[in-house]
């Protein structure tokens, strides 16, 4: 696949893509084959037992550990060790190709938009269990009413630049990290896109969406996050503060 660096109508920039990662051994080849060429790959090790960050290593990945269990912490380690000026989000477990993020930094890039998430669309019915997507679509619609966005996912698929997301100065380290990212970013007026996603069969069990018990527990804490009071300053806004350094 070409690297979005190589296209001709984007111009040359440096993207790095963030993979949480609690062992992933089987699907980390597949997954890290699919990253573009010219991209970073970071592998954030959450506790891995199966020999996860070896591989990434042998791989070509460079990999940070945060000791600390949790989606959103891993997620934030990533976004912390990138030094890109766009960074990208995948899962690790092989259920999405980070590849398909290509048209999701071009936007970006480009300045279509600010923030681009992949909405799965499940190959299989398999790839997305009953009670996670229930969960989902629960989700997308108190997202729509707490903020407006017309969204019909909160996946794991996603791009944007580094500098306006550490501004967004995320809290949730546990697996509301996701929702409170595009929450902020809305508070922001940031311009949020939604794009379709292939959505594969994730190679193991999931950590949280395998059981009504994990589900539960992903719904519990986007919850909370959905009740944050929206903030009165608008300097996460990548337009505003652009215009606050000229």
Known sequence: MKSVTESPSAPSY??????????????LPWVLERVPPAWRAIVVDNGSTDGSADIARDLGATVVTEPRRGFGAACHAGLLAADA????????????????????????????????LGRRRPESRDAWPLHARAGNF????????????RLHDLGPLRAARREALLALDLTDRRNGYPLQMVVRAADAGWRVREQDAPYLPRTGKSKVTGTWRGTWHAVRDMRRVLREVPPTARETTPAARGEANR
């Not at 999405?96 to 923030?115: I, K, N, S």
């Not at 629960?138 to 966005?149: H, Q």
């Open 85 to 116: 000026d766009i960074v990208c989000f995948c899962d690790c477990d092989g259920s999405l190709d980070p590849g398909l993020l290509v048209p999701f930094a071009v936007q970006v890039a480009t300045g279509e938009a600010d923030l681009v």
């Open 14 to 27: 440096a993207v790095n893509v963030v993979l949480p990662c609690l062992d992933e051994a089987r699907a």
């Open 138 to 149: 629960a989700l997308a619609r108190m997202l729509r009413r707490r903020t407006g966005l």
